[in-house]
């Protein structure tokens, strides 16, 4: 264990309950504000099957990162923040034990990318002894200030680097300061990181900083200094087997494990503690900073596109939070914090495999249990029962054709049934839709799962190769079916990247969330269905 320099306990120090209720108005203290998670980092998705592609890396400004206002009430500690420079947003969790002081920093403008996002999950750690302090953004000379009236004993910096090797990026890093105690934390936590990472180029180092930083200020004092610094692209990648740079899921589970371990080193949080913390419900907020009242999962894994995009596509919708969830936290049944889990497109044999059969039966419990679905193309083929040998069983429908699953990618025509108006709001004749390889659906004839509604119909097809582009017309493009308590959405194709109808996404997700309402009770209420298409000659 690290040694934690006990000091006498100020007003903000004092052992207490377990919690993250407001301090004492006497505290001098920031307000307990809330770092919402509907934090958009990237504006394209990658297209279905797509594999090895770059993500869109490029930083959300300002103005995309929703923090909740402050308040009104002025901290007393707080430094003037520079024109259009929020104040640092401030999470405290105190132990019931007497414990060190750990600041947890991040910024929040220019090139953060998710360091700011990780930070909010660190705010939900269980803190058994000292207190935790997350800031999160605002001028990096108020962070130093609060740490020095803190007192801190540790102040831990999240920082994500996102230059490719050929530009100077690297490994990710852990930087101590100053002395060997603090580089032997780093070398613990690196060790601790690189378990899980096979590639030796790619793995986690930690280093010696020779100096304070320009800006530590007051602070030059703190007993102990630790960066963490996350990578958006891999050293070393193989085009064929692995991708070119790490998933965000990964990258903030990196942060959210070197924190952990830091404070498990230093007596903190207790030795069993999972990693695999999120921030809590009641601190997410939406983009303009009210409680967000929907809490949205996108698969974040092997055989899958990038997930943030899904932050930026679904920002019309203001009380929201969104989070990137790998396979792994899946499987260990993180889920059970979120309303609506999103597949998105891909490869579903690929998201099949790599959610094992732990994280596909935590996915059939999330929906049966109450929670949504949204497949979209790989996702819509996940949600299929038995015999598609890569489907989980929560959607009543059969994949037709799946030996000509390569039929195309391309744009073709679809018609809203009567209650894929009522439900996404248009009331057009055929709309262009994106499709790129999704399933080709029929009744599955389920006995223990309600049948689907038809939410849109293809009316035109493609066929590459042998493949017939009429077995798709008359089949449906859109459904919407119930599993359990649960509801489930798929999309055989993306409405998403289809011109004109991209807020069709924002609805499926308040339909799976509850949040609108259909009659879904079987195809047999929808006057729109058309007469089964004649097998192809």
Known sequence: MGRWFPRPHGPWERPRALGREPLPADCPRAPLLALPLAIAAGTTSLPAGARGAAPDCSPPTAAEIPFARPTSQEPAH?????????????????????????????DAGEGAGLAPRAAAEVAGLEVEAGLLVVLVGGPAEARERRASQLGAHWIVTLEEDGRKAEEGGGPPTVYSWPGAEALEHARSLAERVNDGVLVTADRLRARP????????????????????????????????????????????????????????????????????????????????????????????????????????????????GVLPLGPGEIARGALAGFDVAIFPGGMASEQFAALGSAGREAVRRFVLEGGGFVGLCAGAYLA???????????????????????????????????????????????????????????????????DYTPLAWYRTGLGVGDADPRVMVDTPAIVAGHFGLGRV????????????????????????????????????????????PAPPE
Do not use: C
């Open 384 to 450: 299929a029962p038995p015999p598609y040998a890569w489907g989980i069983g929560i959607l009543d429908a059969t994949i037709l054709d799946h030996d000509h699953w390569a039929r195309g990618i391309g744009k073709v025509e679809i018609e809203l049934s009567e209650a894929g108006r009522a439900l996404l709001g248009r009331k057009d004749g055929r709309l262009s839709y994106h499709y790129g390889n999704g399933p080709i659906l029929g009744p599955g004839g389920e006995d223990e799962i309600p």
């Open 489 to 532: 959405l798929a999309s055989s194709g993306h409405a998403e990247w289809s011109e004109g109808i991209e807020d069709f996404l924002p609805r499926y997700v308040e339909w799976a969330a509850g949040r609108s309402d259909l009659p879904v009770h079987g195809r047999r209420g929808d006057s729109s269905r058309p007469p089964t």
């Open 209 to 320: 900083r020779p100096a304070p930083p320009s800006d530590a200020g007051d602070a030059t004092e703190v007993p102990g200094r630790l960066w963490f610094i996350s990578r958006v692209w891999r050293v070393a990648a193989d085009d064929e087997t692995r991708p070119k740079y790490w998933r965000p899921a990964e990258r903030i589970r990196h942060l959210r494990a070197l924190t952990h371990g830091l404070l498990h080193r230093l007596g903190m949080v207790a030795a069993g503690s999972s990693t695999d913390v999120f921030t809590p419900r009641s601190l997410r907020r939406g983009r303009e900073g009210g409680p967000a009242d929907v809490h949205v999962a996108v698969y974040d894994g092997d055989g899958a596109g990038a997930p943030m995009p899904f932050a930026r596509d679904l920002e019309t919708l203001e009380a929201l």
């Open 78 to 106: 707080a430094a003037q923040p520079a024109a259009g420079e929020a104040e640092p947003l401030e999470f405290r969790i105190q132990g019931p034990a007497p414990g060190p002081v750990v600041m947890v920093q991040a």
